[in-house]
């Protein structure tokens, strides 16, 4: 159940703007910071999974022992700044990250959650505002990126229907509207959860699955 007041704080966050973000997390602890990257990894995770099963190449476990390092920190794990480093450097290995030269145009999606997951174990040992801004960044410029090339139904143009009205209907669409709405639940929960519980974390972790959906709905 909502708070009374929270009616007085509903967060106008825009697609394309990082200003209402910024100062919501400015507000949260750093283990709350970190969570709230994890739970976003959790939603650009299964793109990575899509890519290495679609063109048979890298491993997904990789990734995914790296945000379970997390997922343990979270709930109390002291943090090893070795294994956090070597995990990031894991997850930048040449026979992980995806080249553009070798793999052509379609391996964004899976270089934007290798750098949020990258940039969430940097978290893990400065959990600034401005790292976890970085890692939403890569889930809204996978969404912004993925809707105008591989959306057949999205048929603006910028060149067409000119910067503003691509922008609008972008920041419309319904990805873009379901990740904008789960970053703002789950910016309200953990400003209402002081501790973050083991059941919190598991609500946190399990309800960015989307059916093992990634938030452009690959798996």
């Not at 007041?5 to 400015?26: A, R, S, V």
């Not at 750093?30 to 990575?48: D, K, M, S, T, V």
């Not at 059916?211 to 452009?216: D, F, H, M, R, T």
């Amino acid at each position: 159940m909502n708070h009374p007041d929270n009616k007085n704080h509903k967060m106008n966050m825009h697609f394309f703007e990082f200003d209402t973000l910024e100062k919501e997390l400015e507000d949260l602890p750093g283990l709350h910071r970190i969570a709230f990257a994890a739970a976003c990894c959790e939603r650009l995770l299964p793109n990575y999974s899509n890519f290495c099963r679609m063109v048979n190449w890298g491993d997904p476990r990789v990734p995914r022992a790296a945000i379970d390092e997390v997922w343990q920190i979270l709930q109390g794990k002291p943090v090893d700044a070795e294994k956090i480093n070597q995990l990031r450097e894991d997850c930048g290995r040449e026979d992980i990250f995806p080249s553009d030269l070798d793999l052509g145009d379609d391996c964004l999606e899976s270089q934007e959650a290798l750098i949020a997951i990258r940039a969430t174990l940097v978290a893990c040992i400065d959990p600034t505002v401005e790292n976890i801004v970085r890692i939403t960044n890569c889930a809204r410029h996978t969404i912004e990126a993925y809707i105008p090339y591989k959306d057949t139904s999205f048929n603006i143009t910028w060149e067409k229907d000119g910067e503003e009205q691509f922008c609008s209907a972008i920041a419309s669409h319904p990805f873009a509207v379901r990740e904008m709405a789960k970053e703002a639940e789950d910016l309200q929960r953990l400003k209402e959860t002081e501790t973050l519980t083991r059941d919190f974390l598991e609500w946190l972790r399990t309800s960015s699955h989307n059916n093992g959906k990634s938030l452009i709905d690959l798996s």
